[in-house]
């Protein structure tokens, strides 16, 4: 079935510390993929997306994604995480065959310890 | 500046009453979505409208209703029918299929 999964419900990270949340996806073929935040109580924040091109993708705030294409991934990191980061973070896809609306992972939500 | 405006940012509802939520955006965006969060579920798609006087249901349409008579404008009613409705509500809109949504802040809504 096609979906978009990320495997960590909640990650924490010490303050200055690197962080990566994964995301894979299964569908046939390359989707769109887009990584996003939310702050609680708020609506969400594009973070970046990528659709071809550069594998590397460099977003807001400091983050940037790979896409692996052999894994299916696209990662998010982040080279040194601070407090204001704690958040939940969405993957989210657009597939190519059906580009009318963008399907969500259930989001990982991020804990920062000082 | 353009955004989405979503309002109330909190609404309380009686059992067997229908509320409309309202989303209103500035952006020019042709496609728009409700969806519905719930903790540890993510967001699920309530109804989503790619042009006006036209809309197609989601993966959770039962017990809600949506018009498109504006471009702007996309309303979401919940009705008596829909059995657990208490969750946080986001409005988004879209220009195009290269382009990630833009959301609104969000309604809660409360069940009483």
């Known amino acids: 079935a096609q979906s978009v999964t990320q495997p960590d419900i909640h990650i924490t990270v010490s303050e200055g510390a690197s962080l990566e949340l994964r995301c894979n996806y299964s569908y046939g073929a390359t989707p769109y993929l887009f990584w996003y935040v939310q702050s609680p109580g708020q609506g969400l924040q594009l973070l970046l997306k990528?659709?071809?091109?550069?594998?590397l993708v460099q977003g807001i705030k400091g983050f940037e994604a790979e896409f692996k294409r052999s894994q299916s991934s696209f990662n998010l990191r982040k080279p040194s995480v601070h407090w204001s980061d704690a958040a939940e973070y969405f993957c989210a896809v657009v597939p190519m065959n059906r580009d009318d609306k963008i399907i969500f992972g259930k989001g990982t939500r991020l804990h920062i310890l000082p | 500046d353009g955004g989405i405006t979503q309002s109330p940012k909190y609404l309380f509802r009686k059992e067997g009453q229908n509320v409309t939520l309202s989303c209103e955006q500035n952006l020019n965006h042709d496609a728009m979505y409700w969806y519905r969060q719930d903790p540890g579920q993510g967001l699920r798609l309530i109804y989503y409208?790619?042009?006006?006087?036209?809309?197609q249901k989601g993966d959770i349409a039962e017990g809600y209703s949506v018009s498109r008579e504006k471009k702007e404008s996309f309303p979401l009613t919940v009705t008596s029918a829909q059995k657990n409705p208490t969750a946080f509500y986001l409005c988004?809109?879209?220009?195009?299929?290269?382009?990630?949504?833009?959301f609104g802040s969000g309604t809660r809504l409360t069940v009483v």
């Open positions: 409208s790619q042009i006006v006087n036209d809309f």
């Open positions: 988004a809109s879209r220009k195009g299929q290269f382009d990630g949504y833009t």
């Open positions: 990528y659709f071809s091109g550069d594998t």
